[in-house]
């Protein structure tokens, strides 16, 4: 079965430093996708980052970026120059690349951003 | 139109109300997703439609009921809830599973429930 797991339900950042959140997932596929979602206080959940497991280059987004060990099954965010509004809850999410419509989440990780 | 919609934002009802939540989406998606979210909690999936089909239900109690008129609309029907399923219900729509292209979901902004 597919598990995904985020062992910090809290963490805090000075804002303009660098701050990474963990995942760990489970799987015995071999193509699926890894995703971190950002979902602030009151609002919308959005998409963040994806990263697709047959590449080995490292997906960035501007300020984020990915240290993906497929080996490890280890999935982590790296947000550069926090901002305050990059306060929120992150969910990571695994979804199989076969025909599976079923996405996984991890428990999330409550970001602050102090001024 | 990269956008999921749903309505009403917010609903207030009593235990022995009827009412429906509706999503709404044109990205041409095949795969639809009902959640319930309760505060810092991830997402809880209840349903998924495929297809305009009913591909999982995850032991949802039959007071919610489930309809997919159309490849671009997704119903949720409430009846006779209790005050422990006031929460957030969120929409989402992804490309279906083994499809190539972008395979995030996208959500909606959800619809704040509280049952009375």
């Known amino acids: 079965a597919q598990t995904v797991t985020q062992s910090q339900p809290e963490m805090s950042v000075q804002e303009a430093e660098t701050v990474t959140l963990s995942c760990t997932y489970d799987?015995?596929?071999?193509?699926?996708?890894l995703f971190w979602y950002k979902q602030p206080p009151s609002r919308q959940m959005i998409l963040v980052i994806r990263?697709?497991?047959?590449?080995?280059q490292n997906a960035t987004e501007n300020r984020f970026s990915v240290n993906f060990q497929k080996a490890a099954k280890s999935f982590s965010l790296k947000i550069s120059d926090s901002q305050l509004g990059d306060a929120a809850m992150y969910f990571c999410?695994?979804?199989?690349?076969?025909?599976?419509?079923?996405?996984?989440f991890g428990t999330g990780t409550s970001l602050t951003v102090i001024p | 139109d990269t956008e999921v919609t749903q309505t009403p934002k917010h609903l207030v009802m009593g235990m022995t109300n009827k009412k429906s939540l509706k999503c709404e989406q044109h990205?041409?998606?095949?795969?639809m997703y009902w959640y319930k979210q309760k505060a810092k909690k991830p997402p809880e999936l209840m349903f998924v439609?495929?297809?305009?089909?009913?591909?999982i239900n995850e032991s949802v109690p039959s007071r919610f009921s489930p309809e997919c008129p159309n490849s671009s609309l997704l119903n949720l029907h409430l009846h006779a809830l209790q005050p422990e399923d006031s929460a957030l219900y969120l929409c989402?729509?992804?490309?279906?599973?083994?499809?190539?292209?972008?395979?995030?979901?996208?959500f909606g902004p959800g619809t704040r429930l509280t049952v009375l």
């Open positions: 989402a729509s992804s490309v279906r599973g083994g499809t190539s292209g972008s395979n995030e979901q996208f």
């Open positions: 799987t015995s596929e071999s193509d699926y996708y």
């Open positions: 990263q697709e497991a047959y590449k080995q």
């Open positions: 999410a695994y979804r199989w690349l076969g025909t599976g419509n079923q996405f996984y």
């Open positions: 990205m041409g998606h095949r795969a």
């Open positions: 439609y495929s297809y305009e089909k009913l591909s």
